[in-house]
Each structure stands twice: as C-alpha cells, then as structure tokens.
C-alpha cells in the first residue's frame, strides 16, 4: 500500500539520520589532538557520512558478482566486504587529517558505517518494505557499533603507534558474520550479536575516552 510504504521509506531514512545527528553532537564535544584538525574548517563527519552512502552501490555491486557460496563462509564474505568498504572512506579522511583523537577516529567510522545503512536499506526498500522497516532497528545500529570497533583498533593503532586495525576488522567481520547467520538459523543469534557489539563499542568508547583524557 502506498501509505505502508511511505512509512517504511520515512522510517528508513529518519533512523540513521538521527543517530547520525548524535554522532555529530559527540563529535563537536570530542578533542582532537592534532592542531591541523583544530584549524580546520567544517566537520569531515557529513563527508563521512555521504561517502559511506556512494560506497554502498560499488560494494553491493561486488556482492552481487562474486560467485556463490555456501555456509558459514557466505556470511563471512559478505561481511567482510561491508566491514572493509565503510572503513575505506574514514582511513582516508584519518590519514589526510593528520593524527586525530580515538574517539574522533570512532566517529568518522560509524558515520560511515550510518550512510552506508542508509543506502543498502533504501536498496531493500524497494525489494521488501516489512524486512527494511526491521532492518532500521536492528541492522543499521549493527552497523555504527561494528564500524565503533573497527574505529577504535584504528584510531589506537595511529595514536598509539601499535598495529591494531586488523584485529578491530576481524572483529567487526566474525560478528557481522553471526548477525548475518542469525536471520537464517535463529533470531535470537542476531539480537545476541546485536546487545555483544553494542557492550564492546560502548566499552571501547569509555576506554578511549580515558586514552584521550590521560
């Protein structure tokens, strides 16, 4: 019905705006410690956020090309390019940007990760409304608190100078990849995926705010 989908379509798109809109609130409060960031003008969190978007069309275009598989590894695979195409744009931003705070790196990840959701959801939309409604709820913020971790292995790999970025990825694919065979086995995996990555990013965020702070 055109009104279901209407609502679907506002739903769709108001979700992750919104929590993009906490994400850019955080931001401003966040310090960053480098002065070439302080000098700067705007926030790279809209360019983020928008790149995010552009890159879901060319990831899920791959998605879409390679050949099948089955199993666990099918779940893995798609996640891992998820995972790997929305972290493309903020390393990028991050490394342009000069050494910025874990926190601000977190950000840049998640909002990403927010633009992305954003894209692949309208994408669902038009196939199926019902499964894109509760995709908003669950799968958009799978998205910015995967893309949290992945954020802060990077963000400390930089400011501390230690090499974490890949565990934070293998991380955020293992999880993803859980999340991704709970809608096929057991709606409970999902939403137990789903609580896990929400109490590592939000643990993660309080330990670099500690970093940050000391």
Known sequence: MPWSFATHLMVVILVPILLFTGVYIGEK??????????????????????????????????????????????????????????????????????????????????ASALGFSLLENLLFLMKDPETSFFRSFTSVPLHGALSAIFGFAHGFSRFQYKSRTFWGGIVAILLHGMYNAGWEFSIAISVGVLIVSFTIAGSLWIIAQRIGDA
């Open 29 to 110: 409060r966040a310090p960053a410690q480098s002065p070439r960031l302080g000098r700067s003008k705007g926030s790279p969190l809209i360019l983020a956020f928008l790149g995010g978007g552009m890159i879901a069309f060319p990831v899920l275009a791959l998605l879409l090309i390679l050949p099948p598989w089955k199993g666990y590894g099918a779940y893995l695979r798609v996640a891992a390019v998820e995972e790997v195409g929305k972290a493309i744009l903020p390393m990028i931003l991050v490394r342009m940007r000069g050494t910025v705070s874990i926190r601000k790196t977190i950000l840049l990840f998640v």
